[in-house]
């Protein structure tokens, strides 16, 4: 396990060894190769040109490859999508409760507190979805999904219940409920996963924020220095060794946005949280800076990401809630979601002796 630093505070923020690897070894590089059949790419200039020159196949898009063996056409995605984000702007006009506690063990506490905002009205069949520890292994997931579309009993049409949920209500049959309700994760857990982490990195990189730091301004710092995507791979084409030849006609290509967000030559003060820079860089044309995807096919969970991770940021920095000074390191798992692992949060600071 390697160790990348955080500037001006006591925490530590411990990289796997793949990822510490690829920032010691191509940080600044534009083209490298990465094994006999994979090419590396970090340069700006050419990542654009690659995300450009086609459309994400449908087994390159994370949420929506083919389910069950069933490809997703995008407008079943695209109404799926409408569906979680009519839940999730429904679940932004509830009123916060007076002195909601969200701290504790992060980003566990923002999953749990943002499933029961959007979906707490959802059967518990299709809640029990959202739990982390499905994310172990794709078995559990699908023995879970198994389990529920077996039940007797389904979703009724017009129950009370989310949109997304609302999808479920349409499958005749087990195999059609199975399939909805891999729909129905693969839709919503995502958008939960994604905030708690996206906070619980910022907390970790950056907390106290001085009051006037946008919390916009304070998200795209902290999406950074730890991207929601590390990688983007685009499986080998025709298109990539002509655009450069040190790509091969069999090569995959990596896209690496954890590259690109350190790169010394597209940002001063590369490995310092500094959520200042973003009063004069916009997060859209950045050379480099891949959040939430390319220009050409933005991430469609984008729009939602960031009004939730706001609402959870003016919670927590309204009660005054920091990160545990007894903790100095957090790990950053190897995971499709990069992100620090069981972070404490307290309210109004902590204990005294530090621990790891």
């Excluded at 707490?120 to 879970?144: C, F, H, Q, S």
């Excluded at 059609?176 to 910022?202: D, I, K, Q, W």
């Excluded at 730091?213 to 999406?223: A, F, K």
């Excluded at 084409?237 to 030849?245: C, T």
Aim: aromatic fraction near 6%; proline fraction near 9%; glycine fraction near 8%.
């Amino acid at each position: 396990m390697s160790i990348s630093g955080t500037a001006g505070l006591a925490r530590t923020t411990l990289l796997t060894p793949r990822l510490d690897a690829l920032l010691r070894d191509h940080r600044g590089e534009d083209v490298f190769r990465l094994d006999a059949d994979t090419v590396g790419v970090a340069g700006p200039a050419l990542t654009d040109q690659i995300l450009a020159a086609r459309p994400a196949t449908e087994r390159e898009r994370p949420t929506f490859k083919p389910l069950q063996g069933r490809s997703i056409p995008r407008t079943e995605a695209a109404a799926v999508m409408q569906a979680i984000g009519r839940d999730v702007r429904a679940a932004l006009k509830k009123p916060v409760p007076g002195r909601l506690d969200l701290s504790g063990q992060w980003p566990h506490v923002g999953h749990v507190h943002l499933r029961d905002l959007i979906l707490g009205a959802d059967p518990y069949r299709l809640r029990i979805l959202m739990d982390r520890t499905l994310e172990l292994t794709p078995k559990l997931t699908w023995a879970v999904i198994a389990t529920g579309a077996a039940l007797p009993g389904r979703l009724r049409p017009g129950a009370p219940a989310t949109s997304i949920a609302g999808l479920t209500a349409k499958a005749a049959n087990y195999n059609e409920r199975r399939y909805a309700m891999g729909m129905y994760r693969r839709a919503a857990a995502p958008v939960c996963f994604t905030v708690s982490t996206l906070v619980a990195n910022a907390y970790w990189l950056g907390a106290p924020f001085d009051d006037d730091t946008p919390n916009d301004h304070i998200l795209y710092e902290s999406m950074r220095l730890l991207p929601p995507s590390w990688n983007l791979l685009r499986n080998a084409g025709p298109e990539y060794p002509a655009l450069d030849d040190r790509i091969g006609p069999g090569d995959d290509v990596l896209l690496l946005p954890l590259l690109s967000h350190r790169d010394p030559a597209l940002w001063d003060d590369p490995d310092d949280f500094r959520p200042e820079r973003w009063d004069t860089l916009d997060p859209d044309d950045h050379p480099g800076y891949l959040p939430f995807g390319h220009v050409s096919e933005r991430c469609w969970g984008r729009h939602m990401v960031m009004p939730l991770a706001g609402m959870l940021l003016d919670i927590l920095r309204a009660e005054g809630v920091t990160v545990d000074p007894r903790q100095t390191t957090a790990k950053v798992p190897l995971a499709g979601l990069l992100g620090v692992d069981k972070v404490r949060l307290v309210r109004g600071g902590g204990g005294a002796k530090p621990q790891t």
